[in-house]
Each structure stands twice: as C-alpha cells, then as structure tokens.
Nanobody, 114 residues
C-alpha cells in the first residue's frame, strides 16, 4: 500500500476536518501531491495540490476554505477543511504520479450534515 489516508468522518455544516495521507517515500519524495474528491453521482474532481517545493493550488470550489500542506519529515500530506458545506460530502482521494503510474489512496468518506 503506497498511500494511506485517515481523518474522514461526519461533521456538521460549518465544522472542520483534517485529512491525512501518509505516502511511501518512493512516491512522496520530490513529488507533487494532490487531493481529489468524488461526490455521490458525480465524477471525481481535483481539489488541491502541493508541489515538492510547497507551492499550492486549489479548485475554485474549495479555495479559501481548504488548505493543503505537507510534512516532508513524515512523508505526509494534509487537507484541512474549514467551514464545511453539505456539498463537500464526498469520498476524498490522495493522489500522486510516479513513473507514469497513478497512485490513489483508499478514499475516506467525508459527510457534512446540514
């Protein structure tokens, strides 16, 4: 297993959750890490990315409320989700590409109740 996620769960609207993704060093080191999400009945969509140098980028739908970060000492990437809305309910996937291969986490469920 190369990407191990944790931190999903049920939260009320307006609340916060933090997702973690621990990666094997061969995937994490020097690599851009991304978070995607897939809401019920919808296609998987990109949410955020962080480069090996720490630069970040966000989808418009999460900008200002989600923060992606990485801890290189732990080979771990995080997604801090604040002021959550019910439409954020989805399965969240950590993702990386190495040697033209796509690696995905198992996808913890995040459910935001109204």
């Amino acid at each position: 297993v190369r990407l191990v996620e944790s931190g999903g769960g049920l939260v009320q609207a307006g609340g916060s959750l933090r997702l973690s993704c621990a990666a094997s060093g061969s995937i994490y080191s020097g690599n851009t890490m991304r978070w995607y999400r897939q809401a019920p009945g919808k296609q998987r969509e990109w949410a955020a990315r962080v480069t090996s140098g720490g630069s970040t980028d966000y989808a418009d739908s999460v900008k200002g409320r989600f923060t992606i970060s990485r801890d290189n000492a732990k080979n771990t990437v995080y997604l801090q989700m604040n002021r959550l809305k019910p439409e954020a309910t989805a399965i969240y996937y950590c993702h990386a590409v190495r040697n033209c291969l796509n690696y995905w986490g198992q996808g913890p469920q995040v459910t935001v109740s109204s």
